[in-house]
T-cell receptor, first 116, second 112 residues
């Protein structure tokens, strides 16, 4: 399968714990995006990378959140000192190089986080 | 990015055509219109993108009038598996780093 993969698919944690999610984009895609989606809402942009460079971060990304893409391939999203309000689906997406004919993002299945 | 307005929900029956209209009165000259589909517990999936007039692919058609202040996604002969949330997005995606701004979407329920 050559789609975007995310691990784990589900994570249950206690408030105050740290969690880390992984995203493996489609191999030739140089742009990688993280979104967060709460129940009944559309996804909200968190941050994106072009290769290993983190080019933009949303105001939603508090200082407890950190994302990395060290070698320009997979990415990790870490949440420190989790809060119940962090419970959501965390989605990763990737996009091909700048090409007018492929101006779409491909999403992974998401990681559902539940903070107790 | 231009704000979009679309119905919260729509019901339909198998075999019918479903048309979802999205309003985007403040669309800019460089903005494209893109639709995504999302099933429960899955990430959104690209359906179709257009700039003006009509675009058709194997899944749907997208109708965009001359003023581009609205657009209509048309799903022909829907089946139960088309039950999903459909999002209309508008933006100059390349200029904005291609980040996507989703609204609340339209929940389409296809009944037997």
């Amino acid at each position: 399968d050559t789609g975007v993969s995310q691990n784990p698919r589900h994570k249950i944690t206690k408030r105050g714990q740290n969690v880390t999610f992984r995203c493996d984009p489609i191999s030739e895609h140089n742009r990688l995006y993280w979104y967060r989606q709460t129940l009944g809402q559309g996804p909200e942009f968190l941050t994106y990378f072009q290769n290993e460079a983190q080019l933009e971060k949303s105001r939603l990304l508090s200082d407890r959140f950190s994302a990395e893409r060290p070698k320009g391939s997979f990415s990790t999203l870490e949440i420190q000192r989790t809060e119940q309000g962090d419970s959501a689906m965390y989605l990763c997406a990737s996009r091909d190089r700048d090409n007018p004919s492929t101006d779409t993002q491909y999403f992974g299945p998401g990681t559902r986080l539940t903070v107790l | 990015l231009a704000k979009t307005t679309q119905p919260i929900s729509m019901d339909s029956y198998e075999g019918q055509e479903v048309n979802i209209t999205c309003s985007h009165n403040n669309i800019a000259t460089n903005d494209y219109i893109t639709w995504y589909q999302q099933f429960p517990s899955q990430g959104p999936r690209f359906i179709i993108q257009g700039y003006k007039t009509k675009v058709t692919n194997e899944v749907a058609s997208l109708f965009i009038p001359a003023d581009r202040k609205s657009s209509t996604l048309s799903l022909p002969r829907v089946s139960l598996s088309d039950t999903a949330v459909y999002y209309c997005l508008v933006g100059a995606f390349k200029a904005a780093g291609n980040k996507l701004t989703f609204g609340g979407g339209t929940r389409v329920l296809v009944k037997p």
